[in-house]
């Protein structure tokens, strides 16, 4: 009896569970606010990039981001000195594929000799882009000019810093990343250039010399385009000055091993930064120093960048299940939802898609610590909704107060309050 009667009040506790207490949701408001004593906050960290470096456990948090590039192969009056469409078009397809290749073979560092630093993807990647509305427009450009069409990098006669290529023939010029493939001075003078493709970053474009009279292969194009974007993303040369990042040893910026007794006999770099025949290792205060670069909401470099933070991707929702802190900002391409036993900690600019919403589970908790919640497109995005289960409510802290905008439930904050 007592055995039957302890079933039905199983029974009983378990409909109970399961159908007086639907789970319900509610935009948050001033009075689910909970105030923590302030912990001091300097804004201008946000934009330190060790607060940009991928975290392994959560790559998902630092949504890869896409620059948009075109390629422009500038070529003489009678077209012999470059490729011509169609085969431009190819090649630099190839050359693109090599050049993302590189980016997602991300290399270990040869130095310092020894080194533990880490190998981490680097979370960005370049797509060819034409004119929006133009048919057939690849984001691939042939141009015949006698007058500007080779580039020399040293010596008389020295144009690399000209930017009448850029001003001619630029496509989009404020919103994808113009290169320049372009062929070496004419035969006949004097020095000879590089055999190897060599380039310099001019804010909105780069140039690309060292090409000719027998064409290099795509592949050899990676290390200067990744070297040369890493200018455009905030990256200095590493061998000889203090570049910014903690684990870009200074070195004798060797181009090879020589197997001579010299210093290059070991002290060879692989980073990108550096000069030499590799360039394929991009250290993690590297790639936060390009992320925190796309960050900033006034960064040349950011308007190159696919804006994919507008539009509500139901494939990137972010869930976050333990205990973390976010010190840098973020463009989210999908929803945020704090799960059970999740503690979510933003301490800066956090940007939510159109008609996105934040969610903090049950027993989940949203500690909103001086940051800046919005839609970095001009967009609204939807509102943080608490949900209240049998036993919990999403908790929502407060720190330090948000700033909250575009929303379309905003915290109804009392203009008196603190
Ligand atoms: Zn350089």
């Known amino acids: 009896m007592n055995r039957m009667l302890a079933l039905s009040c199983l029974v ?5 569970e399961n159908c007086s207490f639907t789970p319900t949701f509610h935009y948050a408001g001033y009075s689910d606010l909970v105030f923590l004593p302030p912990a001091g906050q300097n804004p ?79 979370r960005y990647r370049y797509r060819l882009t034409g004119r929006p509305g133009v ?6 450009y042939c141009h015949f000019d006698d007058s500007m069409f080779y580039y020399i990098h040293k010596g008389p006669g020295q144009n690399l810093y000209d930017r009448r290529p850029v001003r001619t023939y630029g496509v989009q010029l404020d919103t994808v990343l113009n290169i320049f493939l372009m062929p070496n001075r004419p035969e006949g003078d004097d020095p000879p250039e590089p055999t190897m493709p060599v380039g310099v970053a001019l804010g909105n474009a780069i140039k ?11 592949w050899n194009y990676k290390g ?15 061998w000889h000055t203090n570049d ?3 684990d870009t040893p200074p070195n004798p910026n060797c181009w090879n091993f020589t197997h001579d007794g010299s210093e290059c006999d070991s002290l060879v770099s692989n980073n990108l930064m550096d000069y030499n025949s590799r360039q394929e290792a991009i250290t993690p205060g590297q790639i936060g120093t390009v992320h925190s670069q796309m960050a900033r909401l006034t960064s040349r470099g950011r308007r190159y960048l696919e804006p994919r933070w507008c539009k509500l991707d139901p494939e990137k929702t972010i869930r976050i ?14 929803e945020l939802v704090i ?38 497109c001009g967009d609204q995005w939807d509102g943080i909704l608490l949900q209240q289960t049998a036993s919990k409510q999403g908790r929502l802290l407060v720190r330090q107060k948000p700033v909250i905008e575009h929303a379309l439930h905003p915290v109804d904050w009392p203009a008196t309050t603190p």
């Open 12 to 16: 009983f506790v378990l409909l109970l």
């Open 44 to 122: 201008s960290r946000c934009y330190l990039p060790e607060n940009y470096v991928p975290d392994t456990n959560h790559l998902d948090h630092l949504p890869v981001k896409y620059i948009r590039v075109n390629l422009h192969f500038m070529n003489s009056a009678d077209s012999s000195a470059n490729f011509t469409q169609p085969e431009a078009d190819s090649v630099a397809h190839r050359i693109m594929y090599y050049a993302n290749a590189g980016l997602e073979r991300n290399m270990k560092m040869f130095l310092p000799l020894g080194n533990d630093t880490p190998v981490l993807p680097v």
């Open 135 to 140: 048919p057939g427009d690849k984001g691939v």
């Open 208 to 218: 690309i010399g060292g090409i000719g009279p027998a064409p290099h292969p795509p």
């Open 224 to 238: 200067v385009i990744n070297h040369e974007v890493g200018h455009i993303y905030g990256l200095r040369h590493a």
């Open 244 to 246: 910014g990042c903690a």
């Open 321 to 334: 299940r333990d205990s973390t802190v976010w010190n840098g900002a973020r463009d989210l391409e999908g």
């Open 339 to 376: 799960e059970p036993g999740g503690y979510l900690r933003l301490r800066c600019r956090v940007s939510l898609p159109g008609n996105a919403r934040i969610i903090v589970a049950g027993g989940g908790t949203l500690e909103l610590d001086g940051c800046h919640l919005h839609n970095a």
